[in-house]
């Protein structure tokens, strides 16, 4: 017997609140209390319901995180409170004298400061209206700024819907003041939560890393990561890159719902918003100090970006008697840490090769102390951005870092210039080996051609060899060069024919560290096929992706014959990824060299035996466009083929089927004009059930 609707209901809306429940305990408060797995059957029940019954769906149900599909850009807002910039300094006499004046306009009255980390990220302005969040608008210009919604909602720690508890305690406050229901009828509740996204840390550096594999170019600092991340037209690509946030500023219907800005703090907290634990009540400008200084040493141990203590008075009613000017409170100042740059000078640019043969121009500086570290390299990125810098080898320049994030030259110092300075220009040879280097039309890197160019072996074997892919303990890079300047390894499965005898006359290597070495190659064979592809070092192939594949193919062999359109109608690989997946088989070498991975013993194909897809939707093609109401573009192509259909990223006359949501974008129109069949969403819904 099936379950009533209602019962259904009450069922969803159990679920909903305990995943609420363990998403703050786990993005907010860093305490999980079940495991994930536990954690996914929760989730995986609400899915289920939602699909059965798509009418209880809302905005703020958990599984709605990652629902959009891109957009071609983004609405502007402006904001009903300007988000006004910060008056700084990095001065204590600065401080000081903002104390002096907050004190003459008080007039002997008793107020407090709040002192809070200034967080090196992007502000957003959070919009809930009666608890649901609606709206997300990125500080833009202060005055107007950008709707960015559906890549704020995949910001785990942030609430989509506030609890009515909270909102019960601002119903209070409010009808106390003005002596009648904050929710009488007619009476829109609307609040607004300003929060400061950044980038942890770990999650820069990471993204870094797998741009610099990709020879793409490497974000400055998570600050720009993040607000690079926030711009991405895809939600997708969003929820991939894990951007966190700290809420610091709370108005209910456009005023200050508390009398002291630490209240709105503590209501922030106990309505699950996630608000910095290093904020603090202070009862004078000397503990605001004490705060800077506690931070200024501790900066690098935090995991995310700051730069300063903002000290803000924390009673309203002296905010408000403060006011502002046109870009700044008075009531608020940011004390900034000192910079972290020095100025040194460019002995030589030289030029690095990478694994996917790319050419990375490094600047050889006069070493320098920054932050307590003493600096000798920067990354240039590429020839773009030496241009955009008018650097030139011999000039002056100035140098920032930021904890572990890569030294950058910030600026070129041209007053300092004597005339000796020598331009640079990128080789048209590779400097390891002198193949012919290309640069792509449309990218900013040039590349070594050569497949057996010596840098990128020894890249590629630190890639081959990294826990992530075939986790071959103590292959590191000193050894990896003895490794290929003696030529004993010219491939990488060359680390296969390794012989004891081989590897002992190295340096720092004896009987016993041979051995492990040749027990952890030999254990690599029998790594997931996932971790295989991974391994190879495909331009653009990631973990996810070759987790796709590998999910997909079942095996190398059929991953190399698939076909440009069949890697395209996988869901996640668009044309850039298939392309560069083709290009990579099409390669005799390394034609070659997989077949000699296979003689190793290395395990090329999932141990499972595949299935051959088959149902309903067998030899059909179907193409998604528009925003779906009832699922997420990617479950709708696992449901399609689950039934033996594919689905592709493009129109064309093979295309069988269009399935138009909401916002339906170009390719829609190409599908009328080629005269396909196009399926609304309920359409689509009552096929599936048929």
């Known amino acids: 017997m099936s379950p009533r609707p209602d019962q259904v209901a009450k069922e969803v809306e159990r679920l909903r609140e305990e995943i609420r429940h363990h998403d703050y305990r786990y993005y907010v408060l860093a305490d999980p209390e079940i495991s994930d797995a536990e954690y996914d059957r929760l989730m995986r ?28 850009g983004f609405d502007t807002y402006v904001h009903a409170r300007p988000m006004r910039s910060l008056d700084n300094s990095y001065n204590e006499a600065d401080i000081r004298a903002f104390d002096r004046r907050v004190r003459q306009v008080a007039g002997g009255r008793r107020f407090h400061y709040v002192a809070e980390l200034k967080i090196d990220g992007v502000s957003l302005a959070l919009h809930y209206t009666n608890g649901v969040l609606i709206r997300a608008v990125t500080r833009g210009d202060g005055v107007r700024g950008e709707v960015v919604t559906s890549n704020a909602r995949t910001i785990r720690s942030l609430p989509l819907r506030i609890p009515t508890a909270a909102l019960n305690v601002l119903e209070k406050k409010r009808e106390a003041a003005r002596g009648g229901p904050l929710f009488a009828a007619g009476n829109e509740l609307f609040i607004e939560v300003r929060a400061e996204v950044y980038l942890p840390t770990h999650i820069f550096l990471k ?45 209910l219907n456009n005023e200050h719902p508390f009398a002291t800005h630490w209240e709105s703090l503590q209501w922030l907290k106990e309505a699950g918003f996630k608000v910095n634990p290093a904020s603090r009540r202070c009862r004078s400008i000397d503990e605001v100090i004490e705060h800077y200084e506690q931070f200024r040493q501790q900066r690098d141990e935090l995991g995310y970006e700051v730069d300063g203590t903002v ?50 121009p490094v600047a050889v500086l006069e070493p320098v102390e920054i932050g307590g570290v003493t600096v000798s390299r920067s990354t240039l990125h590429n020839e773009d951005e030496i241009a955009r810098l008018r650097l030139m080898v011999g000039d002056w320049v100035l140098v920032e870092r930021s904890g572990d994030v890569i030294p950058k030259v910030v600026k070129v110092i041209e007053s300092k210039r004597s005339g000796r ?33 010596p840098a990128r072996l020894k890249a590629s074997l630190a890639f081959f060899a990294h826990r992530r892919a075939m986790d071959i303990e103590g292959l590191g890079e000193a050894l990896i060069e003895q490794l290929v300047d003696r030529k004993l390894v010219t491939s990488l499965a060359d680390l296969y024919r390794l012989r004891l005898e081989d590897l002992v006359p190295l340096e720092r290597m004896g009987i016993k560290s041979a051995s492990n070495l040749l027990a952890q190659i030999e254990a690599s064979k029998t790594r997931e096929l996932s971790r295989v592809i991974f391994a190879l070092g495909i331009r653009h192939v990631g973990e996810r992706t070759a987790q ?18 069949e890697l395209q109608a996988i869901t996640d690989i668009g044309p850039v990824v298939a392309q560069s997946i083709r290009d990579w088989f099409d390669e005799p070498r390394n034609q070659q060299m997989l077949k000699r991975l296979q003689a190793a013993g290395v395990r090329m194909q999932e141990e499972r035996k595949l299935v051959p897809r088959a149902g309903k939707f067998s030899g059909k093609q179907f193409v998604l466009t528009g925003r779906l109401q009832t699922m997420t573009r990617d479950e709708a192509a696992r449901r399609i083929e689950q039934l033996g259909g594919r689905v592709t990223s493009s129109v064309s006359k093979k295309t069988d089927y269009v399935i138009v949501g909401e916002e339906a974008g170009s390719k829609l129109e190409k599908a009328q004009a080629l005269g396909i069949r196009l399926l609304t969403e309920d359409q689509f819904l009552k096929l599936l059930s048929e």
Not at 46 to 61: C, F, N, V, Y
Request: charged share 25%.
């Open 45 to 72: 029940r609400l899915r289920e319901l939602e699909q059965a019954h798509p009418e209880l769906i809302t905005p703020d149900s958990p599984t709605q995180r990652v629902s959009g599909q891109p957009v071609e």
């Open 207 to 251: 993204l870094n890393q797998e741009r610099a594999d990709a020879g793409e170019p490497l974000f400055a600092n998570p600050r720009n990561a993040a607000a690079g991340t926030l711009k991405l037209l895809d939600p997708q690509l969003v929820a991939q890159r894990r951007l966190d946030l700290f809420c610091y500023e709370l108005w």
């Open 311 to 360: 000290v803000k008075v924390d009673e309203t009613t002296l905010q408000d008697e403060l006011g502002a000017t046109a870009k700044a409170p008075r009531w608020a100042m940011a004390y900034k840490f000192p910079a972290r740059q020095a100025t040194t000078r460019v002995k030589d640019i030289i030029v690095q090769v990478g694994r996917t043969g790319a050419l990375t």
């Open 421 to 453: 300075e020598k331009p640079f220009v990128m080789p048209d040879r590779c400097p390891v080996c002198g193949s012919s280097v290309v640069r792509p039309e449309g990218e900013a890197i040039r590349r070594c051609l050569s497949a057996e160019c």
């Open 548 to 565: 796709v594949l590998a999910e997909h193919f079942g095996s190398i062999e059929n991953l190399q014959k698939a076909s440009l359109e």
